[in-house]
């Protein structure tokens, strides 16, 4: 139940909504009688779930992909589970991502799933799934390309020994 109510808060990016959205999801599931069929994982089939009624709740709604409301309550939610409070440009690159860009960087990345097994979970193909992680991966690298704090990075190119057949 944490894994489920970290992606619930992580889908709206608050504490208190995200708790009441896996409530509400949950009571929906046992309302519904959606019964779990066994052709996915458990977990992909709950993650889903709670993703599906977060997608119900915002058809209709005036901002359909609305920020969390501070960087304070996301920083205190991210940090929730370490002993190490997260940098500002961290904080802040993980609030200003689209929701379906951080649930995908969540399940991918906090909880360990494949780009298949997040794909099932979001309903889109796997291609979907990179396709979001490689525009996040381009917003943080935009973010530090900006952030004058920091040196620029050189890249390092390894070289690799030529062969016979290369060399002719």
């Known amino acids: ?17 995200g708790t009441a959205l896996l ?24 993650f889903g779930e709670i993703y599906r ?28 589970d370490q002993d190490v409070t997260p940098d500002d440009l961290t904080v802040t ?17 906090g909880e360990d799933f494949s780009h298949e097994e997040a794909a099932q979970v979001l309903d889109c193909p796997a291609e979907t799934i990179e396709a979001r992680l490689i525009r996040a991966s ?11 704090k920091l040196p620029p990075m050189e890249a390092e190119v390894e070289s690799f020994p030529q062969t016979s057949e290369a060399a002719q």
């Open 1 to 17: 139940m944490p894994r489920l109510k970290r992606f619930a808060e992580v889908l709206l990016g608050e504490r208190e909504g």
């Open 53 to 80: 009624h977060w997608l119900d709740e915002l058809r209709g709604h005036a901002d359909p992909m609305r920020r969390p409301r501070g960087l304070r309550a996301f920083e205190e939610l991210i940090s929730e």
């Open 138 to 148: 381009a917003t943080l690298a935009d973010a530090l390309s900006d952030d004058e």
């Open 23 to 46: 409530g509400r999801a949950l009571s929906k599931i046992l309302e519904e009688d959606r019964r779990y069929s066994g052709d996915v994982a458990f977990d992909c089939w709950a």
């Open 93 to 109: 690159f993980l609030a200003e991502l689209a929701p379906q860009q951080r649930c995908t960087l969540l399940l991918v990345y």
